[in-house]
């Protein structure tokens, strides 16, 4: 990892694999996690002491505060640099972005560009603009393959199947708790949607969950929540759903009287795998032509179900979990993944399998550039899940100038209870809506602006120049102390209103690029121009400062830190305890300003600690961040743009 900085060594590498740690020989001490398990890793003590980078990879795992990996990794972050690595992060929800620079921002991190608080933005779903200050895009190499996308719908007996077996479905009381009755209906439903298989292996993992809950009550035992959840969990059972259902061993309520219709549709899907799959028959002409294929599915069982149907078997390779195998023989995962990149490890393209069958295990993490389709046999929740299988064979280095992506679109029925394609529009949107997408996005401007402008030279002072539309182009600074916090690249409409609208702002400084010459504008002849323009600086600047003054919205357990420190000052007063008292003097100033998600787990503790251990957990805590507002505006800039000189 040539790139650390030397003052940034040595390092912790929070990392998926350690394969992803290319030279660990450029790092001093390395520490690499699994992040399935950095919790217990970083809870015996993984972290070293003297680590001041920590750069974790597939950063979006480490989304929900909540989870005891955050809850972990977290207050080992505080005080050392840290750098976030990953290609989706936004999975639900903007709060997702948040978590995530939580754990290296403090809150108030952007407040002198006039954020006062970045989980606030975010949970209202504004994307603050000075983000490119916290996120770096980096974009996709350009011999990247074309994607070539196409939907199959089902048929219309496959339509009338699904709408009689969902009517059986709905017969199914399930629990008495609504959360309940609509997560297990969810899971089933989802398994439907995969393959008779999968259907058949849900519903009998449920049925032998209900004669479990019989039994536990003629012993006078109760079922609880967690052991519905162990049922249920399998891979049908996203995390996108078990977060709604109590963590707490609460009663499970499910409904014993369910057995015989469960039965019933048990019978249903067993006769279903058994008969001719008009889905099956679908996929197999797709993948006629031969063209090396990943075929992707939410269901374990539907991945064996899938290589029984397919042909031939013996070309058909297979992987999920820790199974993997070609044909009929089991191999190794790894080597089962080599047949899918580039070379093949070896094996002649004759004789190589064709397709690959596998569950999302391989849709992160893994380069698979000889499949030149990728195909959803069935949807996950989430358009960021979706992106990871598509980008196994969309990558650099593919041996294919554009790969094929094909969805197998859910029953109309199916769809009308899950809303799939509604949730993966919805999330796919949320990369757009961070500017992640978009290369002309707000919180990328330096970025675009930099690559519009070119070789061209830039000077500070007013022209102007002729063109078919009549704005103004502007550019501004904010200055605080002796360095500049912001700067903004400005356009005024006809109407007189300024704004800093990416495509306002690109679209008038092409024209400005694509001017022949520019004359001189005396400063008289922008008068009007100028006087607006610092009406509008004038609000960013009161923006800023009001931002870096207002206090951090006090919440219970914060109160709760700022009384048990005062009560710790008080006495140190009475004490005459000078240190203690410069301890609580910091302590307080700290408390006054945004912090990390580390940094709120150590408030955490100072409610919850005794008097006598309180002086030793003052002492960990962070000196307070200066926060120092802009004072004054620069105007670097500014160009007329008109019609006829």
């Known amino acids: 990892m040539p790139w650390l900085p030397p003052s940034a060594r040595p390092a912790l590498i929070v990392a998926e694999s350690l394969r992803r740690v290319r030279h660990p020989e450029d790092v001093l001490s390395v520490a690499p996690v699994a992040a399935r398990a950095v919790a217990a890793a970083i809870a015996r003590g993984v972290a070293p002491e003297r680590a001041t980078l920590v750069v974790i990879d597939e950063a979006h795992r480490f989304r929900e505060p909540a989870t005891r990996r955050y809850e972990h990794l977290a207050p080992v972050l505080v005080g050392r640099q840290v750098l976030l690595l990953t290609a989706t992060p936004a999975v639900n929800g903007l709060e997702d972005v948040a978590h995530q620079l939580a754990l290296a921002l403090p809150d108030d991190c952007l407040a002198p560009q006039g954020t006062p608080s970045l989980a606030e933005a975010f949970r209202a779903g504004k994307v603050p603009v000075d983000i490119d200050r916290a996120i770096i895009r980096s974009v996709s190499p350009s011999d990247q393959p074309r994607r070539l996308g196409r939907s199959m719908m089902p048929q219309g007996a496959e339509q009338r199947d699904s709408l009689r077996v969902l009517r059986q479905m709905d017969r199914l009381r399930l629990s008495t708790d609504p959360t309940t009755r609509n997560l ?31 039994d536990a009550a003629e012993g006078g035992r109760r079922l609880g929540r967690r052991a519905l959840r162990r049922a249920l969990m399998g891979d049908l059972g996203q995390l996108v759903w078990w977060p709604l259902l109590a963590e707490e ?35 197999q002409g797709v993948l006629s032509d031969g063209q090396p294929t990943i075929v992707f599915t939410n269901a374990r069982a539907t991945v064996h179900y899938l290589r029984r149907r397919l042909t031939p078997r013996s070309r058909i390779a297979w992987c999920c979990g820790s199974e993997a195998g070609i044909g009929p023989a089991r191999l190794s995962r790894s080597r089962v993944l080599s047949c899918f990149r580039p070379g093949q490890a070896g094996v002649p393209e004759r004789l190589a399998p064709a397709v690959l069958v596998t569950t999302d295990v391989a849709a992160e993490g893994l380069d698979l550039q000889r499949a030149g389709r990728i195909v959803h046999y069935d949807l996950p929740w989430t358009a960021v899940r979706l992106e990871q299988r598509n980008g196994r064979a969309l990558r650099s280095g593919s041996l294919h100038q554009s790969v094929d992506v094909v969805r197998f679109e859910p029953a109309s029925g199916v769809e009308r209870r899950l809303g799939l394609n509604a949730a993966v529009e919805r999330k796919a949107a949320l990369p757009d809506r961070l500017g992640l997408e978009d290369t002309s996005a707000a919180w990328d401007r330096r970025s675009w602006i930099a690559a519009i402008a070119g070789s061209g030279i830039a000077c500070r002072g007013f022209s102007r120049i002729v063109a078919a539309e009549t704005v103004t182009l502007a550019g501004a600074e904010l200055w605080g102390s002796e360095e500049r916090v912001t700067a903004y690249a400005l356009v005024r409409r006809p109407g007189g209103t300024w704004t800093d609208s990416p495509a306002e702002v690109e679209s008038a400084l092409a024209q400005a690029l694509g001017a022949a010459r520019s004359w001189p504008l005396s400063r008289r002849a922008a008068r009007h121009d100028l006087a607006s323009l610092r009406r509008f600086l004038h609000g960013r600047l009161t923006q800023a400062v009001a931002a870096c003054h207002l206090p951090c919205a006090p919440d219970p357990v914060l109160r709760g830190a700022i009384g048990a420190v005062l009560r710790h000052g008080q006495e140190a007063t009475r004490r005459r305890d000078h240190e203690a008292m410069r301890t609580t003097a910091a302590a307080l100033a700290f408390l006054r300003g945004g912090m990390t998600a580390g940094e709120r787990h150590l408030v955490g503790l100072l409610v919850r600690v005794s008097p006598a251990e309180l002086p030793s957990l003052l002492h960990r805590l962070p000196a307070a961040r200066p926060r120092a507002a802009p004072d004054r505006i620069v105007i670097t800039g500014m160009v007329r743009i008109a019609p006829g000189r």
Do not use: C, N, W
């Open 249 to 283: 061993d609460s009663e499970s309520d499910l409904v014993p009287e369910d057995l015989s219709r469960l039965d019933r549709l048990i019978a249903v899907a067993r006769a279903a795998e058994a008969d001719k799959d008009a889905k099956v028959a679908r996929l």
């Open 184 to 214: 297990v209906r969810g899971v089933l439903t989802m398994a439907l949607a995969s393959s008779p298989a999968a259907f058949r292996e849900t519903l009998s993992r449920y049925r032998h969950l209900l004669l479990h809950q019989r």
